[in-house]
């Protein structure tokens, strides 16, 4: 159990982790609360939180496969159980975590018969593999498989460029999920009476693997404070406002001035 203290004007809002679990290497759960919040508040901050957790934090993934023997994205090849599409989305659904900036190579070579899974992966020591279990190919006869990957950094989801000249060199480009968060969802529950009404929010986490939910959630937190920070910063200039042709001059707001206000 979490809980930490954040004093707002007269009230002291506390967070705490009410639920957490990891239902498998690839899924963790987590739930949370925050409170006291006066009536509308916990909407506003629920829905900034659930956009920030699914598309502001980075995760990592493979963007791209090569190899030379592959002719096209859905031939076959003798030996090898899947089709050549369903190795690619075999690959889309590794999990990574890392420490990147950009991107990076890496690679698989396995010898049949036998299973491809991705403990195969072949990475630099900056991308750890989430669950070295994930199925990737059976190789049905004593054959070589060797492709090259792509692994990226980056945050949404993107959809790849299927243009015939991003083949010709055996290269596939893969739909790419950077999202380490798989799902968010916030709820409230009012209490009190009249003017004294209150809220308590309820927030929900699945994450990938790549991070736990709790994680998760202080990344989302830093990444809305980031944009929020240059709203504190004064203008250089002050404004000029011009009413019924008569023309005014603002003084420059104080830190605690934006706070009251």
């Not at 010709?168 to 009190?192: C, E, K, L, T, W």
């Amino acid at each position: 159990m979490v809980r930490e203290k954040v004093t707002v004007s007269t009230r002291t809002l506390q967070w705490k982790c009410v639920e957490s679990r990891v239902d498998n290497k690839r899924l963790c759960y987590g739930r949370f609360i925050l409170s006291p919040l006066i009536k509308g508040q916990a909407d506003t901050i629920g829905i900034a939180m659930r956009r920030a957790l699914l598309g502001e934090i980075e995760g990592t993934c493979i963007t791209r496969a090569k190899s030379e023997k592959i002719p096209h994205e859905y031939s076959t090849i003798v030996g090898i159980q899947e089709s050549v599409h369903e190795i690619l989305m075999n690959l889309k659904e590794i999990g990574l975590r890392s420490n990147l900036y950009g991107t990076c190579g890496a690679f698989i070579c396995a010898r049949g018969p036998g299973y491809v899974t991705a403990q195969d992966i072949i990475s630099p020591p900056s991308v750890e593999i989430v669950d070295n279990t994930q199925h990737i190919a059976r190789l049905t006869e004593p054959i070589d498989l060797c492709i090259g990957l792509q692994i990226e950094r980056n945050r949404g989801y993107r959809y790849s460029n299927k243009r015939p000249n991003n083949f010709q060199d055996g290269s596939y480009p893969i739909d790419a999920v950077f999202m380490p968060v798989r799902n968010a969802n916030h709820s409230i529950h009012s209490y009190g009476n009249g003017n004294e009404r209150q809220e308590i929010l309820f927030l929900e986490i699945w994450t990938n693997g790549s991070l736990t939910p709790k994680e998760a959630l202080h990344e989302a937190s830093r990444n809305l404070i980031d944009l929020f920070i240059p709203f504190l910063h004064g203008e250089e200039e002050t404004l000029h406002l011009e009413y019924n042709r008569h023309k005014g001059t603002l003084p420059p707001l104080t830190f605690h001035d934006r706070l009251a206000n």
